[in-house]
């Protein structure tokens, strides 16, 4: 019997919290995306009946969970990506306990490789929540997967907005993409990718 979604998502977040507190190394931290956040881009995925969804940084699995959910009634995957494969195996064993672990697929990897060796117009939603300095290097991958109407996320644009400056500049000089700013959490980039006739 599956437990409580909205209970495992909440306990995984605040223990991710607590966690994070007490843990100075950055790259040990989970740095779980919000809870707001999260529900934010489960709707969003819900609307536009989202079914292939590639996210970059899968730390032990909380965006993963909420992806999870919001493609499960489309009978759509969610593709991690993690270079950490122990948190992504932690990550599993959420899923599995609340019944979502089949819409998943992990791959422990590099998500710039991986977003590189993924078909054009291929995904309805990519999310990257990952290290942030490397995205410039994945451009333009993160916008060529998409599928016209797809969504690119990106998170922690408020609260590292150097580091995701470039990027930004990106997103917003291209003029394939429409995009806003959430102003929950960390800062929320939602991008959409128009149609030639923009
Ligand atoms: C901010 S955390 C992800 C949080 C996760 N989305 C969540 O809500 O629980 C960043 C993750 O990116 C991973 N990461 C760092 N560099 C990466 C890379 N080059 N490719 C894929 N993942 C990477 C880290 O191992 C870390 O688990």
């Known amino acids: 019997m599956p437990e409580n979604f909205d209970e495992v998502a ?7 919290v607590r966690h994070d507190a007490d843990q100075p190394d950055r790259r040990l931290r989970r740095r779980n995306l919000g809870p707001d956040a ?31 959910r919001a493609v499960h009634d489309q009978g759509g995957t969610v593709l991690s990506v993690d270079v ?3 948190a992504q195996g932690a990550a599993a064993a959420t899923l599995d306990r609340v019944g ?17 060796g993924l078909p054009d117009a291929s995904q309805d939603v990519v999310l990257l929540d990952a290290e942030r300095s490397l995205y410039p290097r994945w451009w333009p991958d ?10 690119l996320a990106v998170d922690n644009v408020l609260s590292h907005p150097d580091e995701v400056a470039d990027v930004r500049d990106r997103i917003e000089a291209d003029p394939q993409l429409e995009s806003t700013v ?8 939602l991008a959409v990718r128009r149609g030639p006739a923009g």
């Open 10 to 16: 909440r306990a995984l977040h605040d223990d991710g």
């Open 38 to 68: 999260a529900a934010l881009l489960s709707v969003v995925c819900r609307a536009m009946g989202a079914r292939w969804v590639v996210e970059v940084g899968t730390s032990n699995g909380c965006s993963t969970l909420w992806l999870a």
């Open 84 to 86: 950490d494969g122990e």
């Open 100 to 116: 979502l672990r089949d819409r998943v697929q992990f791959r422990c990897a590099d998500g710039g490789a991986v977003l590189r």
């Open 142 to 151: 993160p916008v060529r997967v998409l599928r016209v109407g797809g969504l």
């Open 182 to 189: 959430a102003r929950t959490g960390a800062g929320l980039l």
